[in-house]
């Protein structure tokens, strides 16, 4: 037993971890230095799946990660505070830490890294985006010499089955979105998920990495699923797309700043992430010389994100093994100086970087736009709503009355690339036409 | 300049590798530590893409090996010899190994990783597979807590380039494979791409890394694509499927042998992996906890492969860095005892396993089949054949005649789970069947 564990929290993913944990036959031989000394929980009282002696299992968590023999902390608590306090101090006292928590690291991702730095230890996120799926780890190492240019992900499986399901059944999102409540794919309060908050944290973490610099979770622009209606994805079949919750995050040119955001997008049929289905997660890493890669996998689960908790802990095991410190030593060298374990770090696995990245404003992104207008049944009214959009410069793609809803006539337009800001002044102009009843879509196109 | 490369071949691959090292701006910063010292080729003469000073180049590519100030080798000249003669020099004399040879680990793993580990060094070979999309660290760092079952993947973009445009096209193996090769997308000889033996060394990789043991090539069974024909495409296509060229490896049990075969498949039209097209390569793996994941990208080209090949060379320099070992310390230690190294490898980048696994007979494999039968049309020959396949337990799914060819009646038929020992038994018993023309086609169902 050489490398000892405090687990924080054992919820899905904690039980998960310590299931995997407890029956190691078959698994990697490294796994039986793996010692799990504490884990901390809210209630003693409550029944758990999992066996823990009494010993182990505690409500202290402060006394977890200021406990001198421990090696790694496991935070799998989730939320912001105390989270993020009881990561912090873990860290200082120079144990390296595993996470799941995306909110934690979107928000405080730079005082996290920065005091992991200066204490030479490790944070370990693979947990964090996309479940089970490694994405972090190649992010991190197998892709590292690449420059990044793109990363479009599907990284929320709830709005993922949602959107599946509209589009399978023809269902409204509401009564979807009920049903998945029901089934445990959505949670009672679902605004995380369906406003595109949890891929914000996703994609702001994702973008950190692939682009080498830090991300204000404010500058992501987030839209999510709830305005989606199965009209839309009517339309989007017909026209040859899907409709995807998408986080991107994209850089044009080496030099130009970042776009990052969330929303509901057009994607066409034939691209990878069209088929990305249900529950399932995938991330597509666009860069030079790769081209195109993908990760594809269960974005959520307690087996599959266990899978990533616990290979995070066994990297950090096999790593430290690298530094021929014994868990002797490197409780030792804790008293020390601890700008002296910097050096050791693996540069591929710590964050290198402290700077902000630059995002653009979303009226300056470049992109095609999808938009469905509701009109009085008069003559000429496309004529004005195309004289609308040649006023800003918004080239159409195609503009077709498409049917009525009831005394209405309903247009839909599909334009092409086009800066948003201007999209956006020609749409202000065109809700004054006294032709046009209301705007009811407006969905960007991959 | 920090760590001192030693290229091995200066082709496709080679050529790439330099040129991202010679392009670094933007890309990881520690590839400014990276330093190419010496570059090995046949010929000094031939006209190069690349821009290298007199003394990087040399033909004396056993200098390069011996040279005791370079840190890394990077084999990208592939063949079996001298390559891995040249190899195991290299890792004898203390230096890394990073390699694209799939031919030669496949073959030669044994020893090659014998050698690493008694020189306690490391050999990196994510470019072997799956050009430059992530699978070989993910495999050994990422999933390795998990109780890998099945690895499938689409491994040779050649044979898929093939079927895909077969499918698409309606088109004849032979004809497309005259317009692969025409377009550079297939080889003067072919071989070892349309009858497998690429795709079945790359099985043989990710089957020792996925089930912790070696492989003997000679175990896995290998077939390739020439006898698909454009009438069992259409035929898949009608009963749901795709053919693909799928590497397997699976263990049905944790106790049981390993089946490890290339052959193509019918692929469940709805099955990940069977909308993976082109040029394109996809694994899919298989584990518990993780469920299901898959890595797709581009399977082959200079640039996804220097970007493998050069992501080793960096994880390589990462993880020498947190081994506190400067170059200096490197090479003195390189005089001594090598033995007082190994305890310092990390162990899910070192091979860490010994022992052969046992690989199934096929006679044992347990799959579905689909078969084409052509028959003189007499009544009852349906139900001589279903007698047949009874007699030896195969229960069938479907068993239809489709039409004629000529003067002959077209059978065909799906069948449920069988051992393929049984299926090959009854098919035995039916060829002696006075009606049965002829089975031009039998295809594994996966």
Known sequence: MGVKLGILGLGIVGTGTV???????????????????????????????????????????????????????????????????????????????????KAAIARFGAEIFTTANQAGVYVMLEAAVGGGIPVIQPLKQSLSVNRIHTITGIVNGTTNYILTRMQTEGSNFGDVLADAQRLGYAE?????????????????????????GRINLQDVYTEGIRQVSKTDIAYAEKLGFVIKLLAIAKRNT???????????????????????????????????????????????????????????????VATLKTQRVSTEELHQSKIQNPKSKIASLNPLLACGHQEYCQIAPMAELITRFYARFLTNDQPGVIGKLGTCFGNYGVSLESIVQTGFQGELAEIVVVTHDVPEGNFRQALAEIRNLSAIESIPSLLRVL
Chains 1, 2 share one sequence.
């Open 19 to 101: 299931q995997l944990l407890q029956d190691i036959t078959g698994r990697h031989p490294l796994l039986q230095e793996i010692e799990i000394y504490r884990v901390g929980v809210r209630s003693l009282d409550k029944p758990r799946t999992v066996e823990l002696s009494t010993e182990v299992l505690t409500t202290d968590l402060e006394a977890i990660v200021n406990d001198p023999a421990i090696d790694i902390i496991v935070e799998v608590m989730g939320g912001l505070e105390p989270a993020r306090s009881l990561i912090l101090k873990a860290l200082s006292n120079g144990k390296h830490v595993v996470t799941a928590n």
């Open 254 to 316: 080496p030099s130009s700043p970042l776009s990052v955001r969330v929303h509901p997008t057009f994607v066409p049929q034939a691209h990878p992430l069209a088929s990305i289905n249900g529950v399932y997660n995938a991330i597509l890493v666009e860069g030079e010389p790769i081209g195109q890669v993908m990760f594809f996998g269960p974005g959520a689960g307690a087996g599959a994100t266990a899978s990533a908790v616990t290979s995070d802990i066994l990297n950090l």
């Open 188 to 212: 009672a309060d679902p605004t995380a998920d369906v406003e595109g908050l949890d891929a914000a944290d996703k994609i702001a973490i994702l973008a950190s990495l692939g682009f080498g």
